[in-house]
């Protein structure tokens, strides 16, 4: 973890993380700087990998995802092969927009986006459980979102001993 951020780098990160557009001469004066070091800092953080990238976040429910459902999936063989296999075709699912190997009885956890019931039912039944090696497929529906993502916290300054 980085953790050489000033007050300066946390201004431009939570600017940025709460729009990408902002052009280099808004952020400057947002943390009065020049533009030439304030290009500097963000460019330093790129090539970190601090700022892994920009994207516009889009509204699933204008686009006509009326439903999200989290799929837990349980495979049968845990070898590097397998789980390639298992991988790579999980990536190749549209649908499918977020992807975590998790601990417990389950061994991956998906969140899928679907217009409505129908679609997701043909998706799970076409796709989901003929993934490689599947085991077990359980979903549960979101039925209200209280809070997407919206960005990560920026961590305060760490103080001399803590």
């Not at 973890?1 to 952020?27: F, I, V, W, Y």
């Not at 991956?108 to 989901?128: E, G, I």
């Amino acid at each position: 973890m980085q953790t050489d951020l000033d007050l300066t780098d946390r201004k431009l990160l939570k600017a940025l993380q709460d729009n990408a557009r902002l052009t280099t001469g808004e952020l400057a004066q947002m943390t009065q700087l020049s533009q030439s070091p304030c290009w500097r800092r963000i460019k330093r953080m790129e090539e970190s990998g601090l700022i892994a990238g920009y994207q516009a976040r889009l509204s699933r429910r204008a686009l006509g995802y009326g439903v999200m459902a989290f799929v837990m999936i349980g495979i049968d063989h845990q070898n590097d092969a397998r789980s390639t296999e298992f991988e790579e075709a999980v990536r190749a699912i549209p649908e499918v927009v977020m992807f975590h190997g998790i601990s417990g009885p389950e061994d991956f956890m998906l969140v899928v986006v679907a217009r409505d019931l129908d679609h997701y039912s043909t998706l799970l039944q076409t796709r989901l459980h003929r993934l490689p090696g599947v085991r077990q497929v359980r979903t549960s529906f979101s039925l209200q979102e209280f809070k997407g993502f919206e960005g990560l916290p920026i961590p305060a300054p760490v103080q001399a001993g803590e």
